[in-house]
């Protein structure tokens, strides 16, 4: 699903070979097809560029962002034919599943961290440098910091028990918080595989 603009292609280009041909089955969640849709629809009409701004001009954007909602879900489908990805269908209802989680996210509080971020277009440094030029706008003043909250969200509990309601061995993500979920009793032997940050993306 990732295309191969993707910085994270490279790396997971194995696994995604692995689910062409049906080595391994990708378990894809409605959680996980909201959420791409709403990311879709986001960054094509954010990503795309400025042209005026008027009222008629802003709502010519939805039909190219439609586009790709469509062709994705279209592929999503395909996909589920084929028997490449399984959209799994829990017997939990949703008052039981949100109770599960709304349980489970108490147990985890994530941890505070500092970080240094712009005082101009305050987006977080990488580097944690005192002075450095900012990646996003380019400011050289010197970086502010301020307390940085990093923890498991109600939607990615909510991924790793749709996960474990499909009974899958392993669950890979990008975010590092996740790896707190290995040996938690509540996931049994699912182990959470945190896949590396390619030099090339930006967080
Ligand atoms: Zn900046």
């Known amino acids: 699903m990732l295309g191969s603009q ?6 997971c280009k194995p696994l995604i070979e692995d689910i062409e041909s049906k080595k391994v089955v990708a378990v894809f969640s409605y959680l996980t097809m909201l959420e791409t849709i709403h990311t879709l629809r986001r960054r094509k009409i954010e990503k795309s560029s400025f042209t005026g701004g008027s009222r008629s001009e802003c ?24 028997q490449k990805i399984l959209i799994p269908r ?3 209802t949703l008052f039981d599943h949100h109770s599960t989680v709304v349980r489970k996210i108490k147990q985890y509080f994530g941890y505070i961290r500092t970080m240094s971020y712009c005082p101009i277009c305050e987006s977080g440094y990488v580097k944690r440098d005192e002075k ?23 939607a990615d509990l909510e ?6 309601y499909a009974n899958v ?22 182990r959470f595989e945190i896949i590396p940050y390619p030099a090339q993306v930006n967080r």
């Open 90 to 92: 829990p017997k939990m």
């Open 59 to 82: 709502e010519s954007k939805k039909a190219p962002a439609e586009v790709i909602v469509r062709d994705f879900v279209r592929v999503i489908r395909e996909l589920s034919s084929q």
């Open 169 to 190: 061995p392993v669950f890979y993500s990008t975010d590092k918080s996740f790896s707190d979920l290995n040996g938690d009793p509540d996931f049994g032997s699912m």
């Open 159 to 164: 991924h790793a028990f749709c996960a474990k």
């Open 6 to 11: 993707d910085g994270f292609y490279s790396t």
């Open 132 to 154: 450095i030029k900012c990646p996003s706008c380019g400011d050289e003043k010197e970086s502010l910091k301020k307390y940085q909250y990093k923890a498991l969200g109600h």
